[in-house]
């Protein structure tokens, strides 16, 4: 194996791993060391193991980056070759306590030595009971929580869905466009995006309405002056009029910041808003918070920066640092409305999953990571706001606490989404050692889901090798960047 360096860009090379603030200068076997070596990227085993991939798996199961994860720790990984990165993807914002936390890998560990399964419906494992009410205490809002634990954020969703119909014995749903809501059926038939997650896979779920989403950048009226056109409350009149009356209406399901979308983010009025009118017509607020959740936009939940109580909340991602666990947190009287033997499953609330929920609560609390994300997201956003003044491939910068994304356009003048820009701007920066992910309806939009635990050196390292990618990506010719995606 040759051992060159990642092109000129081997930045950090002391072998030091670390979680939150503090450093260990020991490397040992699993930690993900921190120097740059190696050839071609994706190296001989990623390549090799790429091969078997492709033979393997379905091409529906997309990956952005063709490269596979030997070790992990904080915000660092080394791949199969060698090659080490910053992660700022952090698994789609699964990571926020980073890879392999000690604390929980010590809880994972410890749980599993105990008992790995019980099934909740045949023995309720007691880590499900403790984190359903640590889950209570902390959800937003006065009224008594309960907590339904499940393993994915679609099936959250699903769940949501069927809480809120046996709730109000309603059976209609309103959703947003450009919302993503996971790829099971009826939560695909919430998604507001064809291509790829609706395309082919119909018929969905019906009596799902659907309205535009504030997303102000985009907006045909494009206000300079930041008010929203409020289009989406006028078509959820005209809905009201023309499509289903508001009494049929179980729950309205949102994003706080939308995720998959392009991290955008409505105006401050927009849930309050939203609020005000579903309390008026008896309706269910589902927020869903499966990327937005556990301090991502500086808060624990995103809804807290509006100071509303949704009826229902959802969480997963880095709910459990990386293991599968999601979780409908509700209003107990809402929670209480299916049958007993009407929601579960084999799996949910698994207990060493619940061990990990515990431990990542534990981790957010000792090292402060809610305040982190708006130190981290506050340094990003300067400097990102700063490149916009440079680079006019950059259109719009935005976000909330460490939810910061660019919206990446070719003429800025018209908005015109540049998806092949967003593309190459991946790959430089991926051949210079940090990984990052791309959302947005025209696939335009570089998000930042860097863990929390990211230091402030390797945010300064990240945010460097982004800026030179950026120089890189602006002075290819057109037709490369500008081409089919
Ligand atoms: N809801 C939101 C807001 C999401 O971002 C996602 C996944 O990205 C989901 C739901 C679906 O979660 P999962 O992939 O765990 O099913």
């Known amino acids: 194996m040759s051992t060159k360096q990642h092109s000129s860009h081997a930045r950090a090379t002391s072998a030091k791993v670390t979680h939150g603030h503090q450093t260990d200068n020991t490397n040992t076997p699993g930690e993900a060391a921190t120097s740059a070596t190696v050839a071609a990227i994706p190296g001989p085993r990623s390549q090799a193991l790429d091969a078997e991939r492709e033979r393997y798996l379905p091409r529906g199961v997309y990956t952005y980056h063709h490269i596979y994860p030997a070790a992990a720790a904080g915000a660092r990984l080394t791949d199969v070759d060698g090659n080490a990165y910053l992660d700022f993807a952090g698994g789609i914002g699964t990571l926020n306590v980073g890879h392999s936390h000690p604390a929980v890998v010590a809880a994972i560990q410890e749980q599993a030595a105990r008992y790995t399964h019980t099934c909740a419906h ?37 769940n949501a869905v069927k809480i809120a119909r046996a709730a109000t014995g309603r059976p209609a749903i309103v959703a947003f466009e450009n919302s993503f809501h996971g790829r099971t059926n009826l939560a695909l038939a919430l998604t507001g995006k064809v ?17 535009p989403f504030p997303y102000c950048y985009q907006c045909d009226h494009h206000p300079a002056a930041g008010d929203c056109c409020r289009d989406w409350e006028r078509t959820l009149e005209r809905t009201f009029l023309t499509r289903v009356a508001p009494e049929q209406v179980a729950a309205v399901i949102v994003e706080p910041i939308q995720g998959e979308g392009g991290f955008v983010v409505p105006p401050t009025d927009f849930l309050p808003s939203l609020q005000a009118l579903c309390v008026r017509h008896g309706i269910l607020l589902i927020a869903d918070e499966v990327q937005t959740g556990f301090g991502r936009t500086g808060r624990m939940f995103a809804v807290e920066h509006a100071g509303i109580e949704p009826d229902l909340l959802l969480l997963a991602k880095s709910l ?6 999601a979780a409908v947190v509700g209003r107990a009287e809402v929670m209480d409305a299916p049958l007993p033997g009407g929601l579960g499953g084999t799996y949910g609330g698994n ?36 490149w916009r003044e440079r680079y006019s491939l950059i259109g719009d910068v935005r976000g909330l606490g460490a939810m910061i994304a660019m919206e990446l356009v070719r003429d800025r003048e018209r908005r015109t989404p540049a998806p092949a820009a967003a593309a190459a701007l991946l790959t430089e920066a991926r051949s210079r050692g940090l990984i990052l992910i791309k959302a947005g309806l025209y696939d335009n939009v570089i998000r930042l889901l860097m863990p929390l635990v990211t230091t402030d050196e390797q945010l300064r390292e990240g945010l460097d090798i982004l800026e030179e990618a950026l120089v890189a990506v602006s002075a290819q010719p057109d037709e490369a960047v500008n081409g089919a995606h």
């Open 122 to 158: 045949v023995l309720t494992p007691e880590p499900y009971v403790r984190l359903a009410q640590r889950l209570a205490e902390l959800a937003p809002g006065p009224s008594a929580k309960k907590i339904l634990l499940v393993n994915s954020g679609a099936e959250a969703v699903e």
């Open 351 to 386: 207990p060493v999953a619940c061990a990990a929920a515990l431990a990542v609560l534990d981790v957010f609390a000792r090292e402060r990571l809610v305040e982190r994300a708006r130190a981290l997201g506050a340094t990003a956003l300067v400097r990102m706001r700063s």
């Open 195 to 211: 291509r790829p997650y609706r395309q082919s896979f119909g018929p969905l779920a019906g009596d799902v309405h659907t309205l």
């Open 320 to 325: 459990a640092g990386g293991l599968p666990l």
